[in-house]
Nanobody, 121 residues
């Protein structure tokens, strides 16, 4: 089972990036999927999650700026990040859980390797 995240990079504040995470070795259509991030010196934190029925949830810090979506046919979850701020800088991880939904990283069973997002001021 492997989750491969991509799409990170360096962007100026106010810019946009789209992250993608492709799963292989497992069909994730029955799993809730999530994005987490970890800034230097800080703990990993929940960013966004999407349930099997398409329902979504966001951290307050990204609400209205980020959009999570999934394409079950492609076994892929996306994170569209708009109006980026320097505080959005960090390594972004995708993850999958067999639970209905969770904002807790402890509930996630499968993790990608992370993709670095750097937002310059």
């Amino acid at each position: 089972v492997q989750l491969q995240a991509s799409g990170g990079g360096l962007v100026q504040a106010g810019g946009s990036l789209r992250l993608a995470c492709v799963a292989s070795g497992r069909t994730f259509s029955r799993d809730a999927l999530g994005w987490f991030r970890q800034a230097p010196g800080k703990e990993r934190e929940f960013v966004a999650g999407i349930m099997t029925n398409g329902g979504s949830a966001y951290a307050d810090s990204v609400k209205g700026r980020f959009i999570i979506s999934r394409d079950n046919a492609k076994n892929t979850v996306y994170l569209q990040m708009n109006s980026l701020k320097p505080e959005d800088t960090g390594v972004y991880y995708c993850a999958a859980t067999t639970a209905v939904y969770s904002a807790s990283s402890r509930m996630y069973d499968y993790w990608g390797q992370g993709t670095l997002v750097t937002v310059s001021s």
